[in-house]
């Protein structure tokens, strides 16, 4: 089923409309806000969790190769901390070593939807990972690698994997996409972002919950409390994009003026208009396809024990200097996994990052400035990535090999200029208690069109458009439709 729009040329799928209407619903008849915000809570108290750096030689399982040095699990499985040599003609640092997380499996980030009262709503999981700030956090129906669905660890099913893995035929895909993650420090890795749609009754266990969209668009005006799982998956989330004459026709969103700022609703244009633009979309893959011509990435896997400037301890890898991150060991308890007690590798970061966009209103639609960005494990040399993504090592200027382009737009911003600023964690499952300082600033006139070349001005509904594509956007890529 699809709606057409007379005279445009452009149909909204039955699937868009749908996600974008409970995209719009906040108000849950199932849970309140605050009921969401308390349930998190009694998980966190309900559970038991003790996480506790030790010595590598502590960590069952786990043993450094007696010949390469990578730290390595016993069956060959889960993943592993290697060691790559970069040479680069993209920014000022020609050459480098550095450890990785290598872990060549692709991952299941899969959400179950179904329809009450009308309105789609997205079965969350309250999950408890090694690395979380606090703890409990919104995941996804299924945040699986394929080590852990296969049951490697001898450990129980997944919850919900049949809904995902082809078992159960009852159920209607709506997204399904190959995305990467962390190219700075996970080398070529790729999970399966997923949302399935079902009819019928669906269990309820006891550490999920039933959302709207918009719900857990709310829920990213706190701090670390939906994961980077769940922000990637519902980023790729097509609401469909329409005539700008229609839009305008309609007043600007006059159906949901009562319940949404300004702001909101410009952002709601920008991811639906698919007529008003800087650049078409033929010049982007042309921008795009000439950093990838022009840039070089030479990466070659080495030996752990051979990676230069780098510290190996009994008690965690380092870099000389102290920047960037370290590696370290933990051994974990917790209550409510398919494996209650592990030990694993963690990267623990040196300090805070910062990503932020700068948005601009060109022709009346807010238009992201977005970066094309080298990352030594990306798997086509350039990722999109925002503004300003300063994942470790100190940003400031005289502190860094170098000072991103931008900084001070985003560290001198007033605060009439901050539109969105949260502290979101990175994923749990390999990143030691890391947040990063989520931002969007809005630019005036004042600020140029024209930008570096390694710059350019996009829409969020053409921006969306790459999400539909393997390995255009990076994993640092949130896209936000609802101010906080």
Not at 174 to 194: I, T, W
Request: contains cysteine; hydrophobic residues 35%; glycine residues 6%.
């Amino acid at each position: 089923m699809h709606l057409t729009f007379r005279n445009s040329g452009q149909k909204a799928s039955e699937t868009e409309l749908a996600f974008l209407k409970s995209a719009i619903a906040v108000e849950n008849t199932l849970h309140t806000e605050s009921d969401i915000l308390q349930w998190i809570d009694s998980k966190k108290k309900a559970t038991v969790i003790t996480i506790e750096q030790v010595l590598f030689s502590e960590m069952k399982g786990w043993l450094f190769h007696p010949d390469l040095g990578n730290l390595v699990h016993e069956t060959g499985k889960f993943f592993s901390i290697v060691g790559i040599s970069v040479k680069t003609n993209w920014g000022k640092v020609p050459e480098w070593d550095q450890p990785i997380i290598n872990q060549p499996e692709i991952g299941i980030l899969g959400i179950i939807s179904k329809k009450i009262n009308g309105i789609l709503y997205f079965l969350m999981q309250a999950k408890i990972e090694p690395g979380n700030i606090n703890y409990v956090q919104l995941s996804p129906t299924l945040q699986a690698t394929k080590s852990n669905y296969t049951q490697v660890h001898k450990g129980s099913r997944p919850l919900y994997l049949e809904y995902f893995s082809g078992e159960k035929k009852d159920v209607r895909i709506l997204l399904d996409q190959l995305q990467s993650e962390q190219g700075a420090r996970f080398l070529r890795k790729r999970n399966r972002n997923m949302i399935v749609e079902v009819e019928g009754e669906v269990s309820l266990h006891d550490n999920f919950i039933w959302m709207t969209l918009g719900q857990l668009k709310q829920m990213l005006h706190y701090d670390n409390i939906v994961n980077m799982d769940t922000r990637t998956v519902i980023s790729g989330i097509p609401f469909g994009d329409y005539p700008a004459q229609l839009l305008e026709l309609y007043g600007a969103f006059e159906s949901i003026a009562s319940s949404s700022s300004e702001y909101e609703r410009n952002l709601l244009r920008s991811s639906l208009d698919r007529d008003t633009h800087l650049h078409e979309t033929e010049q982007i893959i042309s921008w795009i396809t000439r950093q990838k011509a022009l840039y070089e990435l030479d990466v070659s896997r080495i030996p752990l024990k051979d990676v230069r400037r780098w510290v190996k301890t009994d008690y965690e890898i380092h870099h000389e200097e102290g920047k960037y991150f370290s590696v370290i060991g933990v051994n974990v308890e917790i209550g409510n996994r398919e494996v209650q007690r592990w030990s694993q590798p963690l990267i623990k970061s040196a300090q805070e990052g910062i990503m932020a966009f700068l948005i601009k209103k060109i022709d009346g639609v807010y238009h992201f400035l977005v970066q094309a960005k080298l990352e030594a494990g990306n798997l086509d040399i350039i990722e999109l990535a925002p503004t300003v993504q300063c994942l470790t090592g100190n940003y400031r200027k005289g502190l860094s090999e170098y000072e991103p382009y931008f900084l001070n737009d985003v560290l001198n911003a007033k605060p009439d200029q901050i539109r969105y600023s949260s502290f979101q964690s990175e994923e749990g499952g390999r990143f030691f208690k890391e947040q990063n300082k989520n931002m969007i600033i809005e630019v005036d006139d004042r600020f140029p069109n024209d930008v570096p070349e390694s710059y350019c001005w996009m829409t969020l509904n053409q921006l969306k458009d790459f999400l539909k594509f393997n390995n255009y956007l990076n994993g640092n890529f949130l896209l936000h439709l609802r101010k906080p």
